[in-house]
DNA sequence: GCCGAAGTTGCACACCGTGCAAAAATGCAC
DNA sequence: GTGCATTTTTGCACGGTGTGCAACTTCGGC
């Protein structure tokens, strides 16, 4: 009806697959992650349990979908030259000058903020993660076709690493209320330029 | 009946540990990973179903176990002195000097070489390293009771996934043997010393 | 319109991880 | 030894996961 390039197809999939990430984003808002179910993002996105599993392989991959929503604006602003002469600088000044955006930060906060000590959150907590420094891995590849792998692997997660253990740290100081203030949103800064920059420095710079 | 201090309860805990440890051992061996259910560890280390889950919250946990083994030897060689100063430089020198032993270099190659592309297998692998990051990360904490968590997180992730991406390079390295030569364990602490180089740098060092 | 291809759905199945309560093993006091 | 409290094992049931499979529906091209 619209354009020919498109296809009907192709748009019908596109809007199934924003239904269940639109699903998991209002229900990560309101449940604690790890009592998220399949079923229940199927039935909220209006597709059947079946049809979730053959966009995603897991709710943490779908999780990290999510997250590469928020993560490609960020990436989109780095100086593809920095990141082959110094990734972790290159990094490291696009947080400390753009900053990290608030509802990404917000999203991040309601993934983990929710349930609070159990086995199953760690559980999930780590493959989502580990899916997201997945995405980053592929995203750098892309942008630096020809790196050596071992650059790109261990780099990726060596960032992600820096992520989780930001938010990590950030979560156990005290109660955060429910929209986020500037000076959590520094906080989170604070942290995540603190481990970029033990990155940076092969862990030499501070005598612990 | 024997002696006061151990007592037959630890005791039989522990037998039964390392019956489901010793089952699981064999299985990666002659098994791909992703394959090992519950229910085979279980029969073959002679207990319930239920009681593997006693013991170990999934199988990537009581794989990351075996791991440990390996592990605790390997960074008992550790100076406390030099973790302090730059733990990197202080792995990666344990590294060349000592080596891999050829047995825990054995044990990741089954754990790894028998399924090739699935994506169940991958998913598998992440959650075992992430386990495995998760001990290091417990280990690190414990010869550094007072280092900022920041620091201990970061750095037994980033130490991990060098072990992973050398791991990964080296198994998609043409087929290897089933005894591992020397060359083959030349070539991995080849691609570990090269991950840890990066890690070392920041990832400065090689303009890729 | 019709037909093949792509996408969706329900169903079945093996497996996972956990709560619960009965039963067995152990430690301890006497 | 006997009895009792505690720990451990075990079976069972239950809800959730992820996948293969076979209809069935939707779409694109001719």
Redesign the interface.
């Known amino acids: 009806m619209t354009e020919t390039s498109p296809g009907r197809r192709e748009l019908n999939r596109a809007r199934t697959h924003e239904a269940i990430v639109a699903a998991l984003r209002s229900l990560v808002a309101e449940l604690p992650a790890e009592l998220i179910t399949v079923e229940q993002v199927a039935e909220r996105a209006g597709v059947s349990r079946r049809t979730f599993f053959n966009y995603f392989?897991?709710i943490p991959v779908a999780l990290s979908a999510v997250f590469a929503e928020h993560a490609a604006g960020m990436i989109a602003g780095l100086d593809a030259e920095q990141i082959?002469?110094?990734?972790?600088?290159a990094l490291r000044r696009l947080v400390q000058e753009d900053g990290i955006p608030p509802d990404f930060l917000g999203w991040l906060s309601d993934l983990n903020c929710h349930g609070q000590g159990t086995?199953g959150r760690m559980?999930l907590e780590?493959?989502v993660?580990?899916?997201m420094a997945?995405w980053l891995r592929e995203q750098l590849h892309t942008l630096?076709p020809?790196?050596?792998?071992?650059?790109v692997?261990?780099?990726s997660?060596?960032v992600m690493?820096?992520f989780?253990?930001?938010e990590?740290?950030w979560t156990e100081d005290p109660d955060r209320p429910e929209p986020l203030s500037d000076a959590d949103i520094e906080a989170f800064h604070r942290?995540l330029d603190?481990?970029l920059g033990?990155?940076?420095?092969?862990?030499?710079s501070?005598?612990?």
């Open positions: 392989g897991s082959r002469t110094d990734p972790v600088t086995d559980l780590r493959t993660w580990a899916e997945a630096l020809d790196a050596d792998p071992l650059f692997s261990t780099l997660s060596g690493s820096c989780q253990a930001a990590e740290a942290h603190r481990a033990l990155l940076a420095s092969g862990w030499r501070p005598h612990v």
